[in-house]
Nanobody
Framework: QVHVKESGGGLVSAGGSLRLSCAAS????????MGWHRQAPGKEREFVAT????????SYADSVKGRFTGFRDDAKNTVYLQMNSLKPEDTAIYYC????????????WGQGTQVTVSS
């Protein structure tokens, strides 16, 4: 059974940093692109970042470019999101997902981890 689990959320002051982790099990991690999305109160879920198979490429939402960095350790089946210069508008539940690179099969999502940035 596939499990995807985020961790590392918490409360931080504006301008601070957090590092989120996403650990996956039950899948061949290197065959999946990994992504981060977030959902703020009263907002739709939005894309944050993707980290491709093998970490060969990354992409970011305009709202987080220059502040957030995604990277992965395939040996540990773990992907990370380093979040710097956090703003109150970054407050959201952050979700990790795994998507097969061939575009076929299931996408897997974690339960989310809460990030709260105070002013």
């Amino acid at each position: 059974q596939v499990h995807v689990k985020e961790s590392g959320g918490g409360l931080v002051s504006a301008g601070g940093s957090l590092r989120l982790s996403c650990a996956a099990s039950g899948l061949t991690f290197g065959f999946y692109d990994m992504g981060w999305h977030r959902q703020a109160p009263g907002k739709e879920r939005e894309f944050v970042a993707t980290i491709s198979w093998g970490g060969l490429s990354t992409s970011y939402a305009d709202s987080v470019k220059g502040r957030f960095t995604g990277f992965r350790d395939d040996a540990k089946n773990t992907v990370y999101l380093q979040m710097n210069s956090l703003k109150p508008e970054d407050t959201a539940i952050y979700y990790c997902n795994a998507r097969p690179r061939n575009g076929m099969g299931n996408n897997y999502w974690g339960q989310g981890t809460q990030v709260t940035v105070s002013s």
